[in-house]
């Protein structure tokens, strides 16, 4: 019965958007997705090809209903007059709601395996994916290199360039973390 009161307008699955193959050879470029910091002043060269980066997360986006639907959701369950006061949902309803498809986050995770990556975790909520894989992975499936920064005295690492995804990902992805 609570299930039923938490999701009055949907319970069917969210329908597939990643409705073409996924072409490596066709990209499209992800704006905003370098470290403010990764500067040509603080770039002290390329990393290792073999250098492991764990905990690459892979931001996915809702389609701009979803967005909409969960903006009105946030400001219901704040408001003490609406049915969907404090009515929080659990991560399965909210990935029902404004996550991705299961066969989208499938079609993803078979792609970031097929360069090579490792899936670590899906989140719950069907919003985004962790994978791990070497500095060489990354560079082929997002078309950027790892470069060292040294900044304040300390060495990071970070993407030089913002990384490309297949074209068929544009509408799905947001960003890339943990470059």
């Not at 690459?56 to 209903?65: E, H, R, S």
């Not at 609406?82 to 792609?111: C, M, V």
């Not at 985004?128 to 500095?135: D, E, K, P, Q, V």
């Amino acid at each position: 019965v609570w299930l039923l009161a938490v999701l009055p307008c949907s319970l069917a699955a969210q329908p597939d958007r990643i409705t073409a193959p996924i072409d490596a050879r066709r990209t499209v470029v992800l704006r905003s997705n370098v470290h403010p910091k990764a500067q040509p002043r603080f770039d002290q060269g390329p990393v290792e090809p073999t250098l492991h980066l764990s905990t690459i997360t892979l931001m996915l986006k809702p389609t701009a209903d979803q967005q909409a639907a969960l903006e009105r959701l946030l400001e219901e369950q704040q408001n003490q007059a609406s049915p969907d006061y404090h009515n929080w949902l659990t991560p399965e309803q909210y990935a029902e709601r404004f996550g991705l498809s299961q066969n989208d986050l499938d079609k993803i995770t078979a792609w970031l395996q097929s360069q090579g990556f490792t899936v670590e975790y899906t989140a719950r909520g069907r919003n985004w994916i962790a994978f791990s894989g070497t500095a060489a992975q990354v560079q082929a499936a997002f078309h950027t290199a790892i470069h060292r920064y040294r900044v304040d005295g300390e060495m990071h690492f970070a993407n030089a360039t913002a990384p490309s995804i297949p074209a068929t990902l544009g509408p799905v992805v947001a960003i890339i973390q943990g470059l």
